[in-house]
């Protein structure tokens, strides 16, 4: 099994934090994993290094068996925790944009999310609700055919009904040879998606491994696991 | 670039047609001010001098808020959510920066060919201007003394 991700001993300080610290993980070709842990454990930061929109302080990190960076960006599908649409674009515009960068951005299959989404070409992202815009910036990036998707915290401004569709939609998309990467507060809904699952606390990693195999050791679901793992940041919160 | 270059100009359409239609609004107000001008014989050369000088001021001011609309748009890229649009593309640092380059010579020559416009408007509806405004041209020109 090739590994699409391998990231060994990354650092990342910024002026007076240590967002993440030694950092190491593998995601396998085909896999989907869940990137776990409570705000500011350094989830966004690993996302946006493997983005290449921020460069680690040091170990390594490959993509694609290159290091992040213009050659990854292309390979890349990216969807940022915030709304990073301009407000003038109509959903057509942000898919003819997405549609001149990425060579690899399939319209017939943007199309079809759309109708999924209930989103139409003509309407302007400035006039649409946060879920509508959700819908549209999840259309975009799953209409490229990437060798890596990396979401963070996806389906926020999404309707029950609406997170179920969107799921559906995504893994019958998903293809054996790609990998995703996915972090999320809605565990439960989410984790029997999850091959693998990596639990992250003030930058390291706490607890990492293949999701069923951590159910079966721990006798609890991904959720029980998580709420094991980050009681005492719970407790310390009350 | 191009296609960055060209996207940002989409997204502008509606600012650069509004400023447009405003200077061009004051072009002809100012046209209509100095025809105003010559009509009352009391009105020396130095005030007709005004019409074009205002609105060579009005054209500075349309290029400072294009470039400051430049600065806004730039660093709404490096710190803003648009950022992780712009710089999640595919492209080098080099080709982003030039494209934010060549969006202020495409405002710098709009700028030109706006104020050249506006100075042939002016002409055409307001024939005695040149005329008025000639001698005062050429000594500022000949001799600094304005």
Known sequence: MSMLVQIGSLTKRYVTTTALSDV????????????????????????????????????SVLVDGVAPGVETKAVVSFLPDVNHLDRWMS?????????????????????????IMRL????????????????????????????LYVLDEPFGGLDPLARSQVLDALVANFRTDCSMMVSTQMIAEVERFFDDVVFLDSG??????????????????????????????????? | MWKLVRYELRGRRLLYTIGLIIMGALTLY?????????????????????????MAFFWVLFYVAMTVINIVTYTQDLYGDTGYLVF???LRGTAILGSRILLLVVDT???????????IVLACLAPG????????VGRFLLTGDY
């Open chain 1, 24 to 59: 190491t993980l593998e995601l396998p070709e085909g896999h989907i994993m869940g990137l776990l842990g409570p705000n500011g454990s350094g989830k966004t930061t690993l996302m946006k290094i493997l983005a290449g929109l921020v460069s680690p302080t040091s170990g």
């Open chain 1, 91 to 115: 959903v057509g515009e942000a898919g003819d944009f997405y549609a001149d960068f990425y060579t690899d951005f399939d319209r017939k299959r943007f199309e079809e999310l759309l109708d």
């Open chain 1, 120 to 147: 139409t070409v003509g309407q302007k992202i400035g006039s649409l609700s946060k879920g509508m815009v959700e819908k549209a910036r999840l259309s975009l990036v799953f209409s490229r055919r990437a060798r």
């Open chain 1, 204 to 238: 390291r990693v706490i607890l990492s491994g293949e999701a069923e195999e951590l159910r079966t050791r721990r006798g609890a679901s991904i959720e029980g696991i998580y709420r094991e793992a980050y009681g005492h940041v719970e407790t310390r919160k009350v």
């Open chain 2, 30 to 54: 100012q046209a209509t001010r100095f025809i105003g001008m010559r009509e009352n014989p009391a009105q020396s050369a130095p005030v007709s001098m005004g019409v074009p000088l205002t």
């Open chain 2, 88 to 90: 999640g593309l595919p």
């Open chain 2, 109 to 119: 020559l709009m700028t030109l060919l706006g104020g050249m416009t506006s100075v």
């Open chain 2, 129 to 136: 201007l040149a005329q008025q405004i000639r001698p005062w």
